[in-house]
C-alpha cells in the first residue's frame, strides 16, 4: 500500500507565492522521480516540473524562473515552489511518484488527489 497526500493549494492574487508538499508513505522500498502535473477545466493534465532520484530537474517553459521543484529523500515527500503567480496558473495540481515496493519489484506511478489553486484578484 502506497500513499500520497498533497497540501499547500489555496487563493492566491497575482504575483503571490504559495508552496505545495506531497508526503508519500506506505509499503516503500525506494522512489524514483517525483513530478507535479496539473489539469485546468476544460483542458489535458500537463507535466508541470519533474525531479529525478538524482536531483536533475525540467520544466515547463511557462513557469521557468518562476516555480522550482525540490525534495526529501528522508522524509519522501517532493515540493513546488510557485512565485510570481499569474491567473493562467490557476489548475488542479497533482503530484505523482514512481515507487518500488520491494527490491526485486517493477516501479509503478502513484497519484495524489490533487490540490485547488486559483490565482486571483
Known amino acids: 500500500q502506497v500513499q500520497l497526500v498533497e497540501s499547500g493549494g489555496g487563493l492566491v492574487q497575482p504575483g503571490g507565492s504559495l508552496r505545495l508538499s506531497c508526503a508519500a508513505s506506505?509499503?516503500?522500498?525506494?522512489?524514483?522521480?517525483m513530478d507535479w502535473y496539473r489539469q485546468a477545466p476544460g483542458k489535458q493534465r500537463e507535466l508541470v516540473a519533474a525531479?529525478?532520484?538524482?536531483?536533475?530537474?525540467n520544466y515547463q517553459d511557462s513557469v521557468k524562473g518562476r516555480f522550482t521543484i525540490s525534495r526529501d529523500n528522508a522524509k519522501n515527500t517532493v515540493y513546488l515552489q510557485m512565485n510570481s503567480l499569474k491567473p493562467e496558473d490557476t489548475a488542479v495540481y497533482y503530484c505523482k511518484v514512481g515507487v518500488q515496493i520491494a527490491s526485486r519489484s517493477s516501479v509503478y506511478d502513484y497519484w495524489g488527489q490533487g490540490t485547488q489553486l486559483t490565482v486571483s484578484s
Open positions: 525531479i529525478t532520484s538524482g536531483g536533475t530537474t
Open positions: 506506505g509499503s516503500i522500498f525506494r522512489i524514483y522521480a
